[in-house]
C-alpha cells in the first residue's frame, strides 16, 4: 500500500532536483531541502511548502525506518494528501510556462 505514494515523492523529487540543477538553484541539503530551494525560487507557493516537506519526511519514513510505517498514516495519506501532488504539478507547470514566456 505505501508503494504508490513513495513512488509518487520520489517522482516529485526527482523532477525538483532537474528543475533545482536546470535553473541553478542552490543545491539541497537533502530531502526536505529539495521543496524548500524550490519554494524559495518561486517554482512552489509557501503554502504548499509544509505538506510537501512532511511528504519527504514521509518518503524517509518508508526507506529508512519501514518497521515503524503505521498502515494508518499511509491510509490517512492517500485518502486526505492525494491533492498535494496535484498541486505541486500545477505550480511546477506553472513555473515552466513562467520560465518559457520570460527565457
Do not use: T, W
Not at 9 to 34: H, K, M, S, T
Not at 59 to 79: E, S, T, W
Request: proline share 5%; charged share 30%.
Amino acid at each position: 500500500m505505501e508503494r504508490s505514494p513513495h513512488l509518487a515523492i520520489e517522482a516529485c523529487l526527482d523532477i525538483g532536483r532537474r528543475l533545482i540543477a536546470q535553473g541553478g538553484f542552490r543545491y539541497p541539503e537533502d530531502n526536505a531541502d529539495v521543496f524548500r530551494v524550490l519554494a524559495e525560487y518561486g517554482v512552489v507557493p509557501p503554502e504548499l511548502l509544509p505538506n510537501l516537506i512532511r511528504m519527504a519526511r514521509f518518503r524517509n519514513l518508508i526507506v529508512h525506518d519501514y518497521a515503524r510505517l503505521d498502515d494508518a498514516l499511509v491510509y490517512g495519506i492517500l485518502k486526505k494528501q492525494l491533492g498535494d501532488f496535484d498541486a505541486f504539478a500545477r505550480a511546477v507547470v506553472e513555473y515552466l510556462r513562467r520560465s518559457r514566456s520570460n527565457g
